[in-house]
């Protein structure tokens, strides 16, 4: 089950760009380098990259800190999802996939692949220490997925 366009929007109404109700992602991160299919960037730090190369890697959605100014660049139709604070809508996201997948069976379903590189940076903040955990598991979850089709 696939993080989904009306999720977002369940959690963070403020947003600019297409609304397409069908629109899934496949990748969450904070890194614009990395390869992101129908990716949703999430730059939680100066070191995240810029929204462009996001895009260039496969990011179709992202969620933007509203005090820091879009890019000229971005299409009028690409998705940005606002809020006060990118990290604990980052916490917020993760919690609310988990309660999504929670009691599915992952092995059945296609899952949303979350990719944060920078660790260190959720580790810090103690609302959202939890995280990295939540990372931990859901990449054990996927490993678990990939595993099993393998046989």
Do not use: C
């Not at 991160?29 to 070191?47: C, H, N, V, Y």
């Not at 462009?52 to 940005?80: C, M, Q, S």
């Not at 598991?137 to 997925?145: A, P, Q, R």
């Amino acid at each position: 089950m696939y993080l989904l366009f009306n999720d977002l929007v369940t959690l963070l109404s403020d947003f600019k760009g297409v609304r397409e109700a069908d629109h899934f992602y496949m990748t969450v991160t904070d890194s614009a380098a990395e390869d992101q299919p129908r990716g949703l960037f999430i730059p939680l730090s100066d070191d995240s990259g810029e929204l462009l190369d996001a895009i260039t890697n496969g990011a179709v959605a992202a969620i933007w800190d509203k005090e820091k100014p879009v890019p000229r660049y971005t299409p009028n139709h690409f998705p940005i999802f606002f809020t006060e604070t990118p990290l604990n809508a980052a916490g917020e996201l993760l919690r609310f996939y988990f309660k999504k997948i929670d009691g599915d069976k992952v092995k059945d379903m296609n899952v949303t692949k979350f990719v944060f590189l920078n660790k260190k940076l959720l580790k810090e903040n103690k609302e959202t220490y939890d995280i990295a955990v939540m990372l931990e598991n859901l990449s054990m979850k996927n490993t678990n997925n990939n595993d099993e089709r393998r046989g």
